[in-house]
């Protein structure tokens, strides 16, 4: 590798670390064997969404207080940084108005 081409690898690193560091996190609390979890993560995947997941499955009191949090008594439950998009259906719904990218990196 050349010297100028170690410089735009630099570079890039750099502004593909700042671009991660402007996105929120996106947070998917799950259980195992939810399809609809699965698919959320699919979902992102496809969009190149980083996401982080908290898995419930088993722990009743981690469970009660995402009801408690989130009013909703499925999971999915989908947080983009604090602001609770839903399940995987209001996932979808929010991609489909353009709203999911713009929260995610709001740039
Ligand atoms: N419309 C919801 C459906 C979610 C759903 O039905 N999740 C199932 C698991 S895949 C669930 O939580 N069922 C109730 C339960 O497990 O207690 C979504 O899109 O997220």
């Given at each position: 590798?050349?010297?100028?081409?170690?410089?735009?690898?630099?570079?890039?690193?750099?502004?593909?670390?700042?671009?991660?560091?402007?996105?929120?996190?996106?947070?998917?609390?799950?259980?195992?064997?939810?399809?609809?979890?699965?698919?959320?993560?699919?979902?992102?995947?496809?969009?190149?969404?980083?996401?982080?997941?908290?898995?419930?499955?088993?722990?009743?009191?981690?469970r009660a207080a995402l009801v408690e949090k989130s009013g909703r008594r499925t999971v999915p439950q989908i947080y983009v940084g604090?602001?609770?998009?839903?399940?995987?259906?209001?996932?979808?719904?929010?991609?489909?108005?353009?709203?999911?990218?713009?929260?995610?990196?709001?740039?």
């Amino acid at each position: 590798m050349q010297a100028h081409d170690s410089a735009i690898v630099g570079l890039l690193r750099l502004a593909l670390a700042r671009s991660l560091r402007r996105m929120n996190t996106v947070t998917i609390y799950s259980t195992t064997w939810c399809p609809y979890c699965v698919a959320a993560k699919r979902f992102l995947d496809s969009k190149k969404v980083p996401w982080t997941e908290i898995d419930l499955t088993g722990d009743d009191d981690a469970r009660a207080a995402l009801v408690e949090k989130s009013g909703r008594r499925t999971v999915p439950q989908i947080y983009v940084g604090d602001v609770h998009v839903g399940g995987y259906d209001d996932l979808r719904a929010l991609d489909n108005r353009g709203g999911l990218m713009p929260l995610v990196a709001p740039g």
